[in-house]
């Protein structure tokens, strides 16, 4: 992913509310506004964009905005804002996080709280290119019937949930014995 790419990502994602970026609640802003404050021209933005190998950034005619993985202080986004811009997913057969050893006994005790952000996010499968996460060490299968609430699709094929309970964690499987699993980077 290039520098513009990474810049345009955080902007939308994480930084929007504290550099003054007028932004509707579910995530949209207008690209003039966005090349000005990241003194970026709309080829530069236009590469930036493809160039994201997360998909996280969709464009729509003037505006731009991150499908997904904001910060849920700090951002003029609202939870319910982006939920009614995503797809409703019902059924789902099943649902996937990674995480790593060193917060598995939390998770297990606690169940997985969005944290930061406005929802945490799941992957489809286990093999899936998407709703993945850095220093994986292990995937929790997560048993879509025992969740509080719906399970919403971005458009970059993230699922996401507002928290999931401990009573819906149904498997813990070691993420290297997985066959085709690279759970990094997303």
């Given at each position: 992913m290039s520098q513009a790419s990474r810049q345009l990502s955080r902007l939308l994602?994480?930084?929007?509310?504290?550099?003054?970026?007028?932004?509707?609640?579910?995530?949209?802003?207008?690209?003039?506004?966005?090349?000005?404050?990241l003194k970026m021209d709309r080829t530069?933005?236009?590469?930036?964009?493809?160039?994201?190998?997360?998909?996280?950034?969709?464009?729509?005619?003037?505006?731009?905005?991150?499908c997904q993985g904001h910060?849920?202080?700090?951002?003029?986004?609202?939870?319910?804002a982006l939920e009614n811009s995503w797809r409703r997913v019902h059924p789902v057969d099943e649902l996937w996080h990674g995480t790593n050893l060193?917060?598995?006994?939390?998770?297990?005790?606690?169940?997985?709280?969005?944290?930061?952000?406005?929802?945490?996010h799941l992957a489809p499968s286990p093999n899936s290119p998407v709703g993945r996460r850095s220093r994986v060490d292990v995937l929790l299968g997560i048993d879509p019937a025992q969740l509080d609430g719906p399970v919403f699709e971005?458009?970059?094929?993230?699922?996401?949930?507002r928290e999931v309970p401990p009573r819906a964690i149904s498997q813990v499987l070691e993420a290297d014995a997985v066959h085709g699993a690279d759970w990094s980077g997303r």
């Open positions: 994602r994480h930084t929007a509310g504290d550099r003054g970026l007028a932004m509707s609640p579910d995530g949209w802003a207008l690209i003039e506004d966005v090349c000005k404050l530069a933005l236009a590469s930036a964009v493809e160039q994201n190998d997360k998909a996280r950034l969709q464009v729509d005619g003037e505006r731009i905005r991150a910060s849920a202080q700090g951002m003029p986004v609202t939870r319910e060193g917060v598995l006994d939390v998770i297990l005790r606690d169940g997985l709280q969005p944290g930061r952000r406005t929802h945490v971005a458009p970059n094929g993230v699922l996401l949930v």
